[in-house]
């Protein structure tokens, strides 16, 4: 089978390249919209999430059954287009649990403790502190938006370090009960009391500017919200108006990265050791079920249902 790589690592080559031994393999650093210049016959296609599948790149691949994400979001995947040419998708979903969950409290410790400006000052040799003056988190509220594998991780941290939970979710899960988390269906109400807002959520059109000016109103007054999910779920302009503390490691225009309440980071929650190679071995499931003509294990008609509308899908399926 004649498959494409695009966005890959050296260490992605590596370990696809061993794994797949007797397909044809294409690897690409690039994007697939930057090296896919012409018509090409690969059958299946594995991207990440800078590379965006329309309908130019479509018709470039005459031949494709399948595209995979090595992602958990999908949103760079045009799903109705997908599902009318009868096209096969799927993602990486949990694999960034602790990766991403971790990553979002150490930005809460750094916005609470100072810590990044205190060491910063060390480097200089300048020990003055008592400008860093810091907040507990333990009896603090916590308010969840989503509680997938990324929000359950955060909820579990969070109950260890002495939290109240809260949580606002599309469903109510298990570790609602487990952990004893307040589980409320009123967005605002869960933005009025918490002290601190982290968002682990999909971005869909049900989810894109879900904290706007509107929303954001009730809020505590020096809450913060962490938002390791994507960008454009936090509406644009609060980037450049929100007085709240805002961590990020997704952010819609880098103008407001200098705003003095933004600790930002370039998009590297997901980053880990492990987390990485739990994409490379969730893909190559999928890769090989749809090699092999099985379930993908990850397929994303019943996503792209739910978050973007039955439309396209029920579409296809009448075809």
């Not at 966005?7 to 797949?20: I, M």
């Not at 955060?154 to 298990?174: C, D, H, Q, V």
């Not at 407001?256 to 990485?276: C, F, G, S």
Request: include cysteine; charge should be positive.
């Amino acid at each position: 089978m004649k498959i494409a790589f695009y966005e890959t690592k050296p260490e992605e080559k590596a370990f696809f390249s061993s794994r797949l031994k007797g397909h044809d393999l294409t690897f690409s650093d690039r994007t697939i919209n930057d090296a896919l210049t012409a018509e090409s016959d690969f059958e299946a296609v594995s991207v990440f999430v800078h590379s965006r599948i329309d309908e130019r790149v479509l018709s470039l691949l005459p031949k494709l059954r399948y595209i995979q994400t090595r992602s958990t979001g999908y949103e760079h995947l045009v799903c109705d287009t997908l599902y009318k040419r009868k096209i096969v998708a799927s993602n990486v979903a949990g694999y960034g649990g602790p990766a991403v969950a971790e990553f979002a409290f150490s930005l809460l410790l750094n916005a609470t403790r100072h810590t990044h400006t205190a060491i910063a000052r060390a480097k200089e040799g300048i020990f003055e502190y008592r400008d860093l003056k810091g907040m507990e988190l333990c009896g603090k509220r916590l308010g969840i938006l989503g509680l997938g594998t990324i929000g359950s991780q955060m909820a579990r941290i969070g109950k260890g370090m002495g939290m109240e939970l809260l949580a606002w979710s599309r469903s109510r899960r298990p570790i609602v009960d487990e952990l004893g988390i307040t589980f409320l269906t009123d967005l605002e109400a869960l933005l009025e009391r918490s002290d601190v807002v982290m968002v682990a959520l999909p971005l869909t059109p049900a989810t894109k500017g879900l904290l706007n000016k509107e929303s954001v109103k009730r809020m505590k007054k020096g809450a913060i919200v962490v938002n390791v999910a994507r960008a454009e779920i936090v509406e644009a302009e609060l980037y450049g108006s929100l007085e709240n503390t805002l961590c990020l490691d997704v952010i819609s225009d880098l103008k407001y990265v200098v705003r003095p309440n933004i600790l930002y980071t370039p998009h590297m929650a997901y980053y880990t050791k492990e987390a990485l190679e739990r994409i490379m071995e969730i893909s190559l499931e999928n890769l090989k079920a749809f090699i092999n003509g099985k379930p993908l294990p990850n397929c994303l008609k019943l996503a792209c249902r739910r978050d973007y509308g039955a439309d396209a899908t029920q579409k296809s399926e009448k075809e």
